[in-house]
């Protein structure tokens, strides 16, 4: 790839991002279903306890699950994105999210709301000229835990 | 448009919102004046339950009213921008502002400080050659309100 | 320089930041000092009330003592970086920091961690084809002081 497309491909990858956010803390599910391969895998185990999980319906329903009944604003910060192939690639993002369950709907005993801080590492594949999300695993830094 | 003509629209506009994260938070009002188009509309609405309002001098006078007495911090996140034609662009920017007050001057009763989290909505019209907001549009997920 | 050229640099300067923020929130020591000239000037007075420091020996030093005995969050957001010549370059980028040190090892009397809100005032120097920091200036604009 020359140094034009490598700077397309960056950017359409930070876009893909941007929309991950977007999608997710406006809760357009479909949209957000879309982002990702059919093969992608989510590990989100240091936040929940979980095994990592494959696949579109099994990431949107832990998502749901997740957030679904909370304001949230997922921030995505300056990447690191590396060009594996034509088609492939790594990212890391520093990330925070906020999440503010609806009165008595947190997941959480004791908590009403997070504060949470630390990294996705990603990979990306391009499928018929469109970057997704092929792995997201979240890394934590540190969490805010808030009774109110 | 090319690519590299696509790309360096992009990066333009980035520099734009970056600089009016800057301009606003260092109280620079005639730099921060000069980020609008003439016609600029800005809708704040969700925070102040007031209408759009259009024209420098009221964008100007309407954020000096909410931010000159405090310290402030604007972030804009990961955004997706989209040119429109040659000269029009739209962007969505996942935001967070932290607004602390000084002490008493506060505009929110009972409130000494708040940490916002939602979006700006956008559009974008390149002028001689310079790119300038034309709309924005807050919305928000999230407010925390602080006592201090 | 042309057009390509510049936003190549642009876009290596903006991976050099998040790299900063990854080793320096991973307590990669190594990797963070490679990140400086070899006569980096950092300046964090506003925080410490110390003068500016020069070297990367000292610069590392500095930071470690600083959060070495915390979990740390370093976020920078959307920047203006202006190429000023072939090899060399200036960035402004809003930034954010948590640190939240291990029970009784805060450097700050009384302070359990911050959450801190400011601007990284920057030069870069290119090096054998690899962009560096060259002199680091921190201000602020607002710090949340935690007694949890």
């Known amino acids: 790839m020359d140094a034009l497309q490598t700077l397309l491909a960056i950017?359409?990858?930070?876009?893909?991002?941007?929309?991950?956010c977007r999608l997710l803390d406006t809760k357009d599910w479909s949209g957000f279903a879309a982002l990702f391969t059919d093969d992608a895998v989510m590990d989100v185990s240091e936040d929940t306890g979980n095994p990592p999980i494959t696949g579109i319906p099994a990431i949107v329903a832990q998502v749901r699950f997740a957030v679904d009944d909370a304001a949230t604003s997922h921030?995505?910060?300056?990447p690191e994105i590396t060009l594996a192939g034509n088609d492939t690639a790594l990212g890391v993002w520093?990330?925070?999210?906020?999440?503010?369950?609806?009165?008595?709907?947190?997941p959480i005993p004791g908590v009403a709301?997070?504060?949470g801080y630390g990294q996705y590492h990603e990979s990306y594949r391009r499928e018929g000229g469109e970057w997704k999300i092929a792995a997201l695993r979240l890394?934590?830094?540190h969490v805010d835990m808030h009774t109110a």
Do not use: N, P
């Open 11 to 20: 950017d359409d990858i930070r876009a893909v991002k941007a929309r991950y």
């Open 75 to 78: 921030q995505v910060h300056t």
């Open 94 to 106: 520093a990330m925070q999210d906020r999440v503010v369950w609806r009165e008595g709907l947190s």
């Open 113 to 115: 709301s997070i504060t």
């Open 139 to 141: 890394s934590r830094f």
